[in-house]
């Protein structure tokens, strides 16, 4: 995608193919920097502060980390050990120990002295099979932006979504908006309601950055107003991503998202969750009880960060010095209430047989 012009993807390859390169997001949007991973520990500390977040490029990061970790010590025990570091970063999104998986796996059954440069070939792999599985969700989605324009000729499309799944949160593309940015590419009209998703605002800085370097009409809201929205005719349809979907069709995405989902369902708004097939957990059928939560630090709640009068960041207190806070930085959307899930290889209903219909070949272990 492009800023000021140029191209750019979230993760890339330094001139050297070793040095992993990323948009530092916790900069966004005040700062556009870039960060250079040198070695296991940056790649799990970028994974673990948010440097790099979204389910698909977690995923690919994690593969890149193994692949930095196989360059110092490609031993068995340093593998199984680099895998289990990366992994405890983050715990919800289920791309990153798919990745891990993949990659270790091929590691282990190759002699040590090839391993890092399977470790990179292959994350590399994950990388452009990522790039062309979001673009695919982009074009199947895109038929659900085109259908509602139809029935409203001359009127923009509104279309609401919440946190970041754009291209930010992938390697190229994104997953929920990828389908806006191919409508809007193909010239039709449409205009997205950007929740501010709090406690770490990914609508308001993440979401909002990447439509305006895009040029997408849009307008960033408070997280609570979706409903208002839609009980005033104000929403065509939502489009939101996941982190982890079970074989049932529940699917877990950032905090507040079920929330939506359950006023777009009074309000009979369609609501879409657009997802790549790693995203998918074979292994658990309901979401409530089987998907683990990531609880994050209770200073995202307590404190905020923003650009003062001076142009410089600032950090201040929201709330009481005394009063606690909890921060669960996911919740799980139930099955019933999504209306289809948008993946590579098309469009099916929240079902264990939709999604079995669509990946038939998938491991289910």
């Known amino acids: 995608m492009r800023i000021d012009g140029r191209d750019y993807r979230t993760i890339w390859l330094d001139e050297d193919g070793r040095r992993v390169h990323v948009i530092d997001q916790t900069r966004l949007p005040h700062r556009f920097e870039t960060l250079a991973l040198e070695s296991l520990d940056h790649a799990a500390r970028a994974i673990r502060d948010m440097v790099v977040r979204g389910a698909p490029l977690i995923g690919v990061t994690g593969a890149y980390g193994l692949a930095l970790a196989a360059a110092r010590d490609a031993g068995d025990a340093a593998i199984e050990a680099a895998s289990a570091q990366l992994l405890a970063t983050r715990p919800t999104a289920v791309n990153l120990r798919w990745a891990l998986d993949r990659v270790k796996a091929l590691l282990l059954a190759a002699p040590s002295e090839v391993r890092p440069a399977l470790a990179y070939a292959e994350a590399g792999r994950i990388a452009e099979e990522d790039v062309a599985c979001c673009e695919s969700i982009g074009d199947h989605g895109a038929a659900f932006i085109g259908a509602a324009a ?208 669509l990946f038939p070949d998938f491991d289910r272990v």
């Open 150 to 357: 139809e029935k409203k000729p001359g009127r923009p499309v509104n279309i609401l979504t919440h946190c970041n799944a754009g291209w930010l949160a992938t390697v190229d593309w994104g997953t929920a908006l990828a389908p806006i940015y191919k409508a809007a590419r193909a010239g039709v009209p449409l205009h997205v309601w950007v929740d501010e998703t709090r406690p770490r605002n990914q609508g308001a800085s993440l979401t909002a950055f990447e439509l305006s370097s895009e040029g997408v009409p849009h307008t960033v809201i408070a997280d609570n107003a979706g409903g208002h929205l839609m009980q005033h005719g104000l929403v065509d349809l939502v489009i939101v991503g996941t982190d982890r979907t079970t074989r049932r069709g529940d699917v877990c995405n950032k905090i507040g998202t079920y929330l939506k989902a359950l006023a777009a369902h009074d309000n009979g708004v369609p609501f879409y969750v657009a997802l790549p097939g790693s995203t998918i957990d074979w292994r658990i059928e309901d979401g409530v009880a089987g998907i683990p939560i990531e609880e994050r630090n209770a200073r995202e709640v307590t404190h905020i960060a923003g650009l003062g009068p001076d142009g410089a960041v600032t950090e201040v207190r929201l709330t009481p010095a005394g009063s606690p806070a909890r921060n669960w930085a996911f919740d799980v959307t139930p099955a019933r209430y999504v209306s289809g899930l948008i993946t590579e290889r098309g469009v099916c209903p929240a079902t264990e047989a939709g999604l079995s219909g």
